[in-house]
């Protein structure tokens, strides 16, 4: 099944996951497929001599890769610390044991391999695991195969620009794209516009992505790429970007050592059902470029009908004013093959065409013209061998395809009536819009200056007036108080207002202030942790600096409790003339400060932050952190077990109506990547009623009139 397709309704591919790993229990999978090798044996992309250790490389797991996100500020405290904690303590000599390696081309970046008995079996493999998966949780840690963290690398995204992610689910480029636009600021002046057309993958990107790391420069749309509407710019202009990443769906073919189901299903045929729409995507995404910007495409397959072919269309479409630069000095660690420019057609039976005029008529609809090579004058101009792929061998990772592309003169520019060239025209798609699905979200409203709430919160915070108010927004379709409050930055705020009746909006802002009701204070709204980096410059009021000794004690609670009592406390003083509700605490131990929402009561402190960032907080004031990692990773077996057992529940109910699936899903091919436009509407409902509990969870309960009543703390 291509990467990036789902099967209508999703189950089909869960019950062939599931069959497919009862198989794999019961048989080695025969990690073989002739016609692979005779396909690939005929491209001439892997050359004679390798071709050996490229078949072993296929066979062999795939290592773990991992990124440490830059963007928070403590990035290379929390490389040593990682380094000291973990990786010096491995010990390389014992079986299957690894420390992780710093990949090449990334210097944050890490590849190991951990097989899961290693894990098991040595305590300090199953701290690093602990670890990752808990940093993971909020968002300082990406795991993401190595070659994936290529093309937003080439991309050479700067604070100020607009960058459009055009397949961006489930987000891991997206998140690196973010990373960059921030590295120098919390609050950048440009746009992230992260796009997918399925309607419950760009939920799981929410989820994955913008909930682990909030941004306020980033929108979520949900489009089909390849018709995707004309936007417009502040001034009410055609909407042009700077960056346009184009990660676009493909057969996967360069994911064998992950994706072993390949191994049974794979024929040319995967790349010549992808090859129109990864066209159209990429077509679209040129045209939305501006003169001057750069554009990766980029694919995880090998195959040359889904990588050069398209470059050698687009290239031939846009005549002259898109070309692909030599990134020949970028990453120059990074070992690559050069983009070739002849290549093979072959059909799923693996018949061979050297030009479409030899297809016969009843596969001239599967076989297309744009998939033939280019002829020697276009190969000449085309410069095919600036495009580069990484194979699997060179440097043990996946197999990956990458393009870069910029455009030197808009392809249709329209001319003033004074003769200046005015920007160009992007014309509307020129296929009709598909009809997308999915919950209907409510609009983005934006708080008028005169708003009351506000003005509460300015004085409770002492909220000074540099902050740019007029972006914080709230979610309602009516004028409804009562909701949380969220950032986003000026670009964001201009692309919602112009935006968000053309196209499909599904998330934009950050969290920064959560309703709250108590008779105890004079603001109903609490500080949220995920807004605070951002807030936190404008504060004025209610910041207490406390000692990393009381900060540790406040994180771990006073023996599970999470209110921690404030007569323990030094900093009860500081605290002594705060009236209770929403604070934030801070603590500076060497160069890491640690800031984080709490609330204070008349009598206890608690952190209003998740698990896993009170972790972390320990964690990066120096303190031990085990204790409290051993207890997280227990309860998260234990959840994982009760969910093995609802599902293994539900599936038994479920599967009298999943056999009457079998005969539809038979007939879906390549067609699915239609279908995935469709997404799953009741998955998406799911998901949109599970984020509105979540919220629901995390809202203090009403008018407390004890102790009792402060937020509950948010466990994810
Ligand atoms: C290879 S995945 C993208 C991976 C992503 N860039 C990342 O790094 O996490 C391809 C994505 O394209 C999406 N897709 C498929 N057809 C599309 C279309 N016509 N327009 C936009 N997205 C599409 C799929 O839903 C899938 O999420």
Redesign the pocket.
């Known amino acids: 099944m291509p ?4 099967r209508k309704g999703g189950k089909c591919s869960k019950r062939d996951n599931a069959d497919d790993k009862k198989d794999y229990a019961l048989y080695e999978i025969n990690k073989d497929n002739a016609k692979l090798w005779e396909y690939y044996k005929k491209q001439g992309i892997i050359p004679e001599a390798e071709w050996d250790a490229f078949v072993e490389s296929l066979k062999t797991e795939l290592p773990t890769a991992f990124r440490i996100q830059g963007c928070h500020r403590e990035l290379d405290a929390f490389v040593a610390m990682m380094k000291t904690r973990f990786f010096s303590q491995i010990d390389e000599t014992e079986k299957d044991v690894h420390v992780p390696k710093q990949l090449p081309w990334l210097d944050s970046a890490f590849q190991t391999k951990m097989p899961r008995a290693a894990v098991r079996s040595h305590p300090i493999l199953n701290q690093l695991h602990n670890f990752l998966v808990t940093e993971g949780e909020i968002g300082n840690v990406s795991r ?1 195969e190595a070659v ?1 963290m290529i093309p937003p690398l080439l991309l050479d995204v700067q604070p100020h620009h607009k960058v459009i ?10 998140m690196q794209l973010i990373e960059m636009m921030h590295a120098d600021s919390d609050n950048p002046d440009g746009i992230v516009v992260a ?4 309607n419950s ?1 760009c939920y799981l ?1 929410v989820r994955q992505a913008l909930k682990r790391m909030p941004a306020p420069s980033c929108v979520v749309i949900n ?4 018709v995707l509407p004309v936007m417009k710019d502040s001034s009410g202009n055609t909407l042009f970007f700077d960056r346009v ?1 184009c ?4 057969s ?1 073919d360069g994911t064998f050592r992950k994706n072993i189901e390949l191994w049974k299903s794979w024929t040319p045929q995967a790349g010549l059902g992808l090859h129109r ?1 990864q066209v ?2 990429a077509r679209r995404s040129l045209e939305i470029l501006a003169v001057g910007g750069l554009m990766v495409y980029s ?2 397959s090998l195959n040359p009908i889904e990588d050069e072919a398209v470059l050698a269309e687009l290239l031939r479409h846009f005549d002259g004013t898109v070309e692909l630069m030599d990134v020949s000095d970028k990453l120059p660690e990074l070992k690559r093959s050069p983009g070739i420019s002849e290549w093979k057609v072959m059909d799923r039976d693996m018949l061979e065409f050297s030009s479409y005029d030899e297809v016969p008529g009843r596969l001239k609809r599967p076989i297309q013209k744009t998939m033939f090579p280019p002829t020697k004058e276009e190969a000449e101009k085309f410069h095919l061998e600036r495009s580069f792929r990484v194979l699997p061998h060179a440097q043990d990772t996946g197999g990956f395809f990458v393009a870069v592309l910029t455009k030197t003169a808009h392809l249709h520019p329209k001319t003033s009536a004074n003769g200046d060239e005015e920007t160009a025209v992007v014309k509307p798609p020129a296929a009709k819009k598909r009809r997308m699905q999915g919950y209907q979200e409510d609009p983005f409203v934006f708080l008028a200056k005169e708003d009351e709430r506000f003005k509460d919160i300015t004085n409770y915070y002492g909220i000074n007036s540099a902050f740019p108010a007029e972006n914080l927004l709230s979610r309602t379709k009516e004028s409804d108080q009562k909701r949380t409050l969220y950032f986003v930055n000026s670009a964001v705020r201009n692309f919602l207002q112009q935006n968000q009746d053309r196209v499909k909006v599904i998330n934009a802002g950050v969290k920064m202030f959560g309703r709250t009701e108590t008779k105890f204070n004079d603001c109903k709204f609490r500080l949220a942790q995920d807004g605070l980096k951002i807030i936190l410059p404008y504060l004025e009021k209610r910041v207490v600096e406390i000692s990393p000794d009381e900060m540790n004690k406040i994180m771990r609670g006073d023996g599970g409790n999470p209110y921690y009592p404030r007569e323990k406390l030094q900093c009860d003083k500081a605290l002594g003339d705060l009236q209770s509700g929403s604070v934030v605490l801070r603590a500076t131990r060497g160069n890491v400060t640690k800031s984080i929402c709490a609330w204070i009561g008349q009598m206890s402190v608690s952190p209003y932050i998740s698990k896993e960032e009170r972790i972390h907080v320990v964690r990066m004031l120096a303190f031990d952190t085990t204790d409290l990692e051993e207890e997280m990773s227990s309860k998260r077996k234990q959840k994982a077990e009760k969910g093995r057992k609802d599902r293994a529940k539900a599936q038994e109910a479920n599967s009298a109506s999943e056999e009457s699936q079998d005969s539809q899903e038979a007939t879906e091919d390549s067609q699915g ?1 239609t279908e ?2 469709n997404g799953s509407e009741a998955e998406a409902k799911n998901e949109e009623v599970k984020e509105a509990s979540e919220e629901e969870k995390e809202a203090p309960k009403e008018d407390a009139v004890t102790e009792k009543s402060q937020p509950e703390v948010m466990e994810h």
């Open positions: 990467r990036g397709i789902r993401q994936s992610d055009m397949c961006a689910a489930p987000g891991s480029k997206t796009n997918d057309a399925d993958r990107l489009e089909d790429a390849s990443l990660d676009v769906i493909c996967g729409l159209g995507i694919t995880c990547a995935s436009t």
